[in-house]
């Protein structure tokens, strides 16, 4: 009953764009700002994505008619432009490698006004078609409903990858977190079930099951990882992690593990084992290069303090005190891929030198760029205002002395507000990006262009149907990841191997 | 002419129960709801199981926006459905009676709620339930309708034939019509009265809530005295900060019981629930403490759903903090619902002008009692409001070492409190540190020195003493045979007052919930 419910509401949705829309022949040129939101004022878009359909604000216009190219849409005093989606792939494939010019139209009591033009470059390149994210709200502490889902970025299709309980209930709540794909192939991809029902979802193609890491030399179950490019092996951190409010700072929150590792699981035989186990350093976020060689990750120092040895309320009440001194850098190491050993860790990018902390690393995909965050302090940027996107290229010879050398912000790409959690599209030409930049509270999925040279473009939002969607959505957007193919397992299967299977504990291996 | 006397006898009652007795529990049902026509908005409700149902309830509920028309609506709603509960059953005379038992059900029902009525569960379903059983016994009426549609000339002739002889009041009409209207009279009393039983605190709690709705700190208080030994926790959070905002925390805090027994409430899973954070949000925001409110709204975001409740303080703490682009989509949120246009207007204008937020009295209040030093929630005791004051050690102004005194004298930290009372020297504290000061006079000789003034006071507490001596073994008998004499007393308090040996604990209540004094 609920699908026809919402298939009347799309019906509803889709009549809002007024197909009889015709350009003005007379109006008057307005030296006013154009108000839009989403702000997709010359953005650089893929020629594979869904309309860019976005809201005008105009408190003296009762409607409105906007031209891309040769599309021409009309809106209502809401507003809402809802491109035709036929007429849109048509405007793009035409205007491949070139930039489309968007003409915006307002009707007020005096007649029609015209504002200046803004443009949407049309990359050659396109984005891969799926994107998976997960949907929660901001909380802290609590959760309940919360889901993985993937979006089809050349419509507004979204497909429910698992969904939780949706209400309550004793002994079933559970929460999911860090999905993860192997080489954006969604034949292998795990994610985490914690609390009731706890373990990792681990798929290969149309199957799935729950398995469990657990180990006295553990610190605790796979946290953060990645999937290496062709091998049934997954890089996780396995960390303690807490997380404490500020009364009085400009920041609200701050996430910090106590302790991290960082750990080896072979899918192929169900096995684990630590790569790092350290008790003075904490290394987290690990990832693979496009090759498979190298496994970069994020290292910061313990600082040093006095506490009693296995007293850990004490050493996190310490701790706690000094998390603006937990700075990371980026390293990596070399991978044997035949061996499955690891080679002497490499200094990537030294952000403690200048009293900046650095987080999660991704290669891209012609491992030519290392793609990361640099903020203040820690690693879970997501509540840090001054995150930014930056990158290293690899190909430039390695200095020992100045590793971070080759590393610059992407500018045009980042924002005022947090910009931190990212993930490179296959062909390398596009990056994913959780920002903050909307409002300051609610993540939201940003796509940027990157262009050959190894700069990135202006963001823009996710795009919508209603475009007004992401200013009532409640709920963020959290690990985006592009895949090339649809997941395979639907809902209703995870669901039962969640909670009708036992899990499979991993076999540590020293 | 006497089933309509019955009727509007009935109508009558249910609106004054349902507008006037359960007035205010229902206004502050549906702050802690929200409805909207946005499928975004109403995606997590409607995703649930009888999310339609819930929803409606909600919509139904937007009523008592004004407590008066949505009480008219309980009682046209609970009326029509016991008049289509005598059509459906074809009652005869004598057993007429049986149709109000349903609404009376109802009515019972939502007195042994109290709270959960809206707290840690669905507001919707309160209206919604009785709107559903209103609707299938329209249907269930129609149907009996049409099956005796043939007899229905037979009916009306023996209907006439009792309206006709109905105009002869004999004495025997007279007893049914008394019996009756006795009858009537008790499906109210019944529930009203199991209400002031079970949940004695919900009718002035939520009153404080509405007059805090209003900005009428005065009539909060005077709610607060009005209902002083019937204290509880969350009644305490409030009146404090009525007193805060009037500028008696220090001399009037003490005047009401300060218990913390059981409010028979549960939790989002059935579990026995003690409500503690049910008064934290709105504490920590008049506390100045808007991080902490921010946490634990968020949450109630996430737990409860969006409500204008938890909407409009994201509004508030966004303005205050200068997030603009928050505050925004906040109003832009609570836009959507309907007959919040008010608030709307009040705050819209404020975004973008921190000027504008200043000269607001409420924002402003809380502007001046902001924490002033960095500091993190979780190295204080919660709740926040309570455990930052305990441990507050710079006061920039006079109300943050006001406020902090009383907090340690609250929690009865004594050494915190001295500590606090060096600030107070060489001027006449008010009365309730006064009073907790002449505790330790004794034992401090030294305090007598710095405040000569309290020993005004020392004949008072020394008749105190031998009041309370005989009751220093079982404190909960003293607790209640002092309260009228010393109420707003300190020492009576610190004696008798919130202590965890007295507290009357809820059927199958955890040990872990059992806080002690905070």
């Known amino acids: 009953m609920k699908s026809y419910v919402y298939l009347i509401l799309s019906v509803i949705a889709l009549t809002g764009c007024s197909p009889s829309a015709t350009i003005p022949t007379s109006f008057t040129e307005t030296s006013d700002s154009l108000a839009i939101y989403p702000d997709y004022r010359d953005v650089t878009i893929p020629p594979n994505i869904a309309p860019l359909n976005f809201m005008v604000t105009d408190a003296a216009a009762t409607e409105y008619v906007v031209t891309v190219g040769d599309l021409v849409c009309g809106a209502g005093k809401d507003g809402k432009i809802d491109m035709d989606s036929v007429a849109w792939r048509e405007v793009l494939t035409e205007a491949k490698g070139k930039s489309l010019s968007v003409n915006v139209y307002a009707h007020r009591a005096s007649g029609w006004v015209h504002y200046s033009p803004f443009t949407f470059n049309v990359a050659e390149e396109e984005i891969d078609p799926y994107l998976s994210y997960r949907l929660i709200e901001p909380g802290y502490e609590v959760y309940l409903q919360l889901g993985i889902y993937e979006r089809n970025l050349t419509n507004f299709d979204v497909k429910t990858i698992y969904e939780n309980d949706r209400e309550v209930k004793s002994g079933e709540g559970h929460c999911i977190n860090c999905h993860q794909f192997q080489n954006y192939d969604t034949k292998r991809m795990y994610f985490h079930v914690r609390e009731n029902h706890g373990g990792t979802i ?191 290229d690899l190909t430039k010879e390695y200095d020992s002395e100045e590793p971070s050398v080759n590393s610059y912000p992407l500018a045009a790409t980042n924002s005022p507000d947090v910009d931190s959690y990212h993930a490179w599209s296959s062909n390398g ?68 191997v969640i909670s009708h299977t036992d899990p499979d504990l991993a076999t540590y291996q020293p | 002419m006497m089933r309509w006397l019955f009727t509007s006898l009935f109508f009558l009652l249910v609106w004054l129960w349902a507008s006037w007795w359960m007035g205010d529990v229902m206004r502050i049902a549906y702050e802690r709801s929200f409805i909207a026509a946005d499928a975004t908005l109403m995606h997590w409700l409607w995703q649930k199981s009888f999310g339609w149902l819930w929803i409606l309830g909600r919509a139904l509920l937007t009523l008592y926006r004004w407590p008066i028309v949505g009480g008219l609506f309980v009682a046209v709603m609970l009326t029509a459905g016991s008049w289509l509960i005598g059509v459906c059953l074809r009652l005869p005379q004598r057993w007429r009676w049986v149709r109000y038992l349903p609404s009376v059900c109802w009515m019972l029902w939502t007195a042994k709620e109290g709270l959960n009525l809206f707290y840690m569960n669905e507001p919707g379903r309160v209206l919604g339930v009785p709107f559903l059983v209103l609707v299938v016994l329209a249907m269930l009426a129609g149907i009996v309708g049409r099956l005796y549609q043939g007899g229905s000339a037979h009916r009306s002739g023996i209907e006439n034939k009792q309206c006709s002889t109905s105009k002869v009041f004999t004495p025997s009409m007279i007893g049914r019509v008394g019996g009756e209207s006795l009858l009537i009279f008790l499906c109210f009393s019944i529930p009203a009265f199991y209400l002031n039983y ?246 401090e000789p030294s305090i007598l020195q710095a405040f000569p003034q309290l020993e005004l006071g020392i004949s008072r507490y020394e008749l105190f003493m031998q009041d309370a001596k005989p009751y220093l073994d079982d404190r909960e008998r003293g607790g209640e045979v002092l309260f009228e004499k010393y109420k707003g007393y300190y020492p009576y308090y610190y004696l008798f007052g919130n202590m965890r040996s007295t507290r009357k604990p809820n059927d199958g209540e955890q040990e872990h919930n059992k806080a002690g004094v905070n």
Request: aromatic content about 14%.
């Open chain 1, 429 to 496: 030409r596009w990056m994913v990006i959780s920002s903050r930049r909307d409002d300051g509270d609610f993540t939201r999925t940003y796509i940027a262009y990157f262009d050959k040279q190894g700069q990135g473009h202006r963001a823009f939002l996710l795009p919508q149907r209603d475009p007004e969607y992401n200013l009532l959505l409640l709920k963020s957007y959290n690990v985006p990841e592009l895949t090339k193919n649809p997941v395979q397992i639907s809902p209703e299967q995870f669901k039962h």
């Open chain 1, 202 to 392: 681990v798929t290969q193609g149309k199957e799935a099951h729950k398995i469990i890491i657990k180990h006295d030399s553990i610190i605790a179950s796979g946290a953060y990882g990645g999937w290496h490019p062709t091998l049934p092996l997954v890089a996780f951190s396995s960390n303690k992690t807490a997380q404490f409010f500020h009364y009085h700072f400009p920041e609200k929150i701050e996430v910090y593990d106590g302790v991290s590792d960082i750990i080896l699981y072979d899918a192929e035989h169900n096995t684990v084992r630590n790569i790092f186990h350290t008790s003075d350093y904490f290394e987290t976020f690990p990832t693979w290069s496009a090759d498979g060689t190298r496994l970069f990750y994020c290292v910061a120092r313990l600082p040093k303090f006095e506490y009693e040895q296995g007293n850990y309320n004490e050493y996190e009440a310490k701790l706690v005190m000094r998390y603006d001194s937990l700075l990371y850098d980026l390293y990596s190491l070399p991978f044997d891929t035949v061996t499955y050993t690891f080679g002497e860790p490499r200094l990537e990018v030294n952000a403690s030198a200048e009293n900046r902390s650095a987080s999660v690393p991704r290669v891209s995909p012609d491992g030519r760029y290392l793609l990361y965050t640099l903020a203040r302090c820690g690693q879970f940027h997501l509540y840090h205002k001054d995150a930014d996107l930056w990158v290293k």
């Open chain 2, 198 to 443: 079970r949940h004695p605190y919900l009718r002035p709690l939520t009153k404080m809530q509405v007059q805090l709705l209003n900005d009428d700190y005065e009539g909060m208080s005077r709610t607060a005295h009005e209902h002083a030994s019937i204290g509880c926790r969350q009644m305490a959070g409030y009146y404090a900060v009525a007193l805060s905002r009037t500028g008696h925390l220090a001399d009037q805090l003490f005047d009401i019981k300060l218990e913390f027994d059981s409010l028979h409430t549960y939790g989002f899973q059935g579990e026995p629930n003690e409500c503690l954070n049910y008064h934290v949000i709105d504490c920590n925001f008049f506390a100045g403490l808007i991080r902490a409110a921010r946490h634990y709204v968020v949450e109630d975001l996430t737990m409860s759903g969006p409500s204008l409740y938890n909407l409009k303080y994201m509004v508030k703490i966004s303005l205050i903090e200068g997030d603009w682009a928050l505050a925004r989509k906040y109003l832009h949120v609570v836009r959507q619902a309907p007959f919040e246009g008010d608030f709307i207007e009040k705050y819209e204008p404020m975004v973008g002008h921190f000027d504008r937020v200043q000269a607001d009295p409420e924002l402003a209040a809380v502007i001046k009692v902001l924490p002033s030093y960095h500091t993190l929630e979780q190295m204080h005791v919660k709740p926040g409001f309570l455990g930052y004051y305990v441990d507050l050690k710079e006061f920039k102004t006079r109300e943050a070492l006001e406020w902090s005194t009383v907090a340690c004298l609250y929690a009865k930290r004594m050494p915190s409190f001295l500590q606090r009372c060096r600030g107070y020297v060489g001027s006449m504290p008010p009365s309730s540190i006064a009073e907790g000061l002449l505790i330790k006079a004794y034992a």
